[in-house]
């Protein structure tokens, strides 16, 4: 009956788990209970050689001492007469009541005759006579234990195998009755997941796990016959997706999660000059072996090249695109963890800006080329006419021409940077780099911002940079560069505050820390502050936004870079690394 709990179909599983466990409760009672007994057995037997036998055979011993001590100790004869008492009262062997009284009539004959040696002897044959039979008591006791425990043994060892065979049965049983029905039903889920529809589970019987199955195989049937009734549908949504996608009027390339090629639209055959037909369904690498456009961008998804817009030739000339990979992820149904099933490629078609932007870019560049002359001329002539023999002025007239000469300084530093932004733009920019040493690069760049920061009692401090390396730089560029962090800090310090121009070394790099103790720049707007004619929102301090973008340029072509660190309420610090001589 326990050897599977198969030969009970009908048997509800929630049955079938209460009578298992059940029948390993009453094996564990059963065997703690033949256990017990035989303890207890042994026990009894122990106690009575202990309690009884041990006793007689003490008292017999004690009287000996007792005996031999006659006419030495006065209290020879009280003790022996006491411990003969106490074995008169533990009288538990056939024949030792006799043998006790025939002590105690030699012993008192003992008493009125105590030189009498036969009398001495009776008395010791007597004790001898007790003790014999206790010793023989003992042996035959232990014997009774010792069969006692090999009958406790016996029946322990048969109540242990029978339960270790019902219970090995049950372990061997139980679980897998459990399991197996559950692992088939997973896998046919799975089955199911994969759209394999066709799947089917059986499970004998009238137990849970059957009607489960009979439950899911229905399942399955109508999931089956609505695939089947939903495929010519699916396959119409199909072609209304392709032909939206052939419409797109920018390329399009469609890939799965193991690269291969799904889809690809009018627009991209076009400019990549691939065939559909010989693309469709293969590798995207295999494909790029032989086509440029393609192996660009699967370089470009690694990192290899950069983010800068793409030229492609195509409609008869030079066109700029904008790649962007898209990965597409879904949640399965029933799941949790998302899962990649692909990506599609765009490429966005942006010559219209690129134009505009060159256009743009041309025309700041002519214009700030044309303020620059008349500029100069107006900052000459307010420079005669602050020199006194052109006439003196007042005091009103005075302030104005300083008035003057701050704006003409404003207008000629902003039609530099707009010169400098677009060389930056068009490419044109001229480095002539070479070996300069980094202490007079700063302290060309801190002079120039010495008025300035004298004019809000701001002072600049610099730790000793007489031994920093020299560095491989363009020395109009890089002064420009540090004066511009410079005049930056100090427009938004503080008054009575000041600057601070620090100076390190890296394996490859000398840096310069140029910090302040302003508002600080939030986290959101800490990137943009390189980007062109990007001016922190709230502040209201004067500048064109370029400054910041023409230093990284700058910085970026000759090998360095410009990093930030700032904190709301603690201030700003910029780091220049600038390219070591030596490295």
Known sequence: MILTLSFFPDMKIKTKLILAFSLLFIMILTLAGIATRQVRLLGDESKNILVANYQSMDYSRNMYKALDAFGEKPDAAEKFQSYLDQQMANITEVGEQELTADLQEDYSALLKDPKDPELLRNVRADLNSIMKLNMDAIKRKSDIAENTAASAIWWISIASAFCFVIGFTLLLNLPGYIANPVRDLTESIRQIAAKNYSQRVYFKGHDEFSVLARS?????????????????????????????????????????????????????????????????????????????????????????????????????????????????????????????IGSFIILKNITAYKELDSAKTNFIATVSHEFKTPIASMKMSLQLLANNKTGSLNEEQQELLESLHDDTERLLRTTGELLNITQVETGKSNFKTETASMQHLIAEAVEANQKVAAYKNISIRQNDMSQLPKVVVDRDKGAWIISNLLSNAIRYSYDNDQVEVKAGVTPTHIEIAVTDHGTGISPEFQEKVFDKYFRVPGTEKEGTGLGLSISKEFLLAMGGYLHLKSDIGSGSTFTAGFMKANS
């Open 216 to 340: 899911f195989n229905t399942m399955a049937e109508k999931l089956q016959e609505y695939s089947n009734s939903n495929l010519e549908k699916l396959m119409m949504e199909k072609r209304r997706i392709e032909t939206l996608i052939n419409n797109l009027s920018d390329p399009v390339i469609g890939l799965d999660e193991t690269m291969k090629i799904l889809f690809i639209n009018e627009e991209a055959i076009k400019v990549s000059g691939l065939i559909k037909d010989k693309v469709i369904g293969h590798q995207a690498e295999a494909v790029a072996l032989y086509n440029d456009l393609l192996r660009t961008l699967l370089q470009d998804d690694k990192g290899l090249i950069g983010k800068e817009p793409m030229e492609i030739y195509s409609d008869g000339k030079e066109s700029y695109f904008e790649k962007h990979r898209i990965p597409i992820s879904i949640v399965p149904t029933g799941e949790e963890e998302t899962r990649p």
